[in-house]
């Protein structure tokens, strides 16, 4: 998948600006706060509907604007081209056209132009909560695996639906009998969900370990699933997860009861990243916690072009600060034919890259 073209109007720090990159690797550069994450950012809007970090459209609004407008064109690994439109204003809400044609549910973009990212904010996925692997995984899967999109977003409503009911209930037969019910649906999409996850990290690895290996590092890798019923995932089919989490909602029940909220699922489980067998998160240097996730990236890119068939665009935000020179080498080797990708720096590096241009250039 290509970017051929985005404009963004009033978005973020850039009145109006077009990029036209290449199809390999595209370096962005220019000063702190020149507006260089902000092009990503776009980018991302107009491909997973959503802008980084969790902000918010009305961030994204230029400060003295009353909407923002980016309009995009992509064209997939065989030629036939994507547009796709985003719209916000601060009198009416985010609008989403795919080739002219409005979207009803901001997720039927997802998948359809996949896209991966590195930014020094992702580190949490490694060193952070249980929450940041559990986006990580979500967000990775639901661009190349309907099913399990549709499933996780059931299962947040079912979860929403189940905590309201615990939350107002007392020892009414009615209610209990409801409850079963939520227990019931909320077990189901989450035997598919974990099972699924626990599909992918295996197959995951497969491209992981590679690439680990190809930047130089020595170490074994490894992911293990973590989930809050201690069943040993990989080995358990979807149905028995789904019984065994009945099961242990009725040993929970009155822990539940008390706490008012669900406390077993998917909404609570967790990869743990290993090296040599030892856990990444509480041993790993600096170095090699970034060294880790960029792996994890490069392995995700490679895994989405494998599954997928369509070699996902990549957005790496602020890379050289984050990895030393003989690092860097290493991953743009990696980059180099793998599809297309964009890199911001604050400095024009001399690197081996198809298109390389300064924010203010861009700004003109
Ligand atoms: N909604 C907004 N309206 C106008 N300006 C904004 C808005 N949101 C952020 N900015 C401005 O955009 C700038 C940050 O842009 P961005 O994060 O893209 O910079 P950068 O080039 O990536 O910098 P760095 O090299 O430090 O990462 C800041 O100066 C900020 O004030
Ligand atoms: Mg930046």
């Known amino acids: 998948m290509h970017l051929q073209e985005i404009k963004l109007v009033n978005f973020r720090k850039h009145a109006d600006l077009t990029f036209v990159p290449s199809d390999g690797i595209n370096l962005v550069y220019g000063p702190n706060g020149s507006g260089k994450t902000n092009i990503l950012e776009a980018v991302h809007y107009c491909t997973l509907a959503k802008g980084f970090n969790r902000s918010l459209d009305r961030e994204c609004l230029s400060f003295s604007a009353d909407y923002f407008l980016l309009t995009s064109r992509f064209s997939d690994d065989r030629g036939i081209e994507v547009s796709v439109k985003v719209s916000y204003a601060k009198t009416a809400e985010k609008r989403i056209f795919v080739n002219s044609e409005e979207l009803k549910k901001f997720s039927q973009l997802i998948g359809r132009i996949p896209c991966i990212t590195f930014s020094p904010m992702e580190l949490a996925i490694v060193s952070g909560s249980p929450q940041e692997r559990r986006r990580f995984m979500d967000n990775a899967l639901s661009q190349i695996n309907k099913r399990y999109l549709d499933d996780l977003l059931q299962y947040r409503r079912v979860l929403q639906q189940r905590n309201t009911l615990l939350a107002v209930m007392g020892d009414e037969g009615t209610v209990r009998n409801s409850l079963e019910i939520w227990t019931e649906k909320l077990s189901l999409l989450a035997g598919s969900i974990m099972s699924e996850r626990s599909r992918f990290l295996s197959q995951f690895l497969e491209y992981f ?3 680990y290996k190809q930047l130089g590092l020595g170490e074994m890798p490894g992911f293990s699933y973590c989930s809050s019923i201690g069943k040993h995932v990989p080995e358990t089919t979807e149905e028995e997860l789904a019984n065994a989490m009945m099961h242990r909602f009725k040993d929970i029940e009155a822990q539940e009861m008390y706490r008012k909220q669900t406390l077993l699922g998917p909404h609570r489980d967790d990869i743990v990243f290993l090296l040599n067998g030892v856990e990444v998160k ?17 392995a995700l890119q490679r895994f989405i072009s494998g599954m ?18 003989k690092r860097v080498e290493k991953v743009l080797e990696l980059l180099d034919g793998s599809g297309q990708s964009i890199i911001t720096s604050t400095d024009k590096k001399e690197i081996n890259c198809a298109y390389s241009i300064s924010v203010e250039e861009l700004m003109q």
Not at 286 to 296: C, D, H, M, N
Not at 312 to 325: M, N, V
Request: aromatic share 10%; no cysteine; net charge neutral.
């Open 282 to 298: 509480k041993y790993a240097s600096q170095g090699q916690l970034r060294t880790f996730l960029i792996a994890v990236k490069l």
């Open 209 to 211: 370990q590679p690439v």
């Open 308 to 325: 997928s068939g369509e070699k996902p665009l990549f957005l790496l935000d602020d890379l050289f600060s984050e990895l030393d020179r």
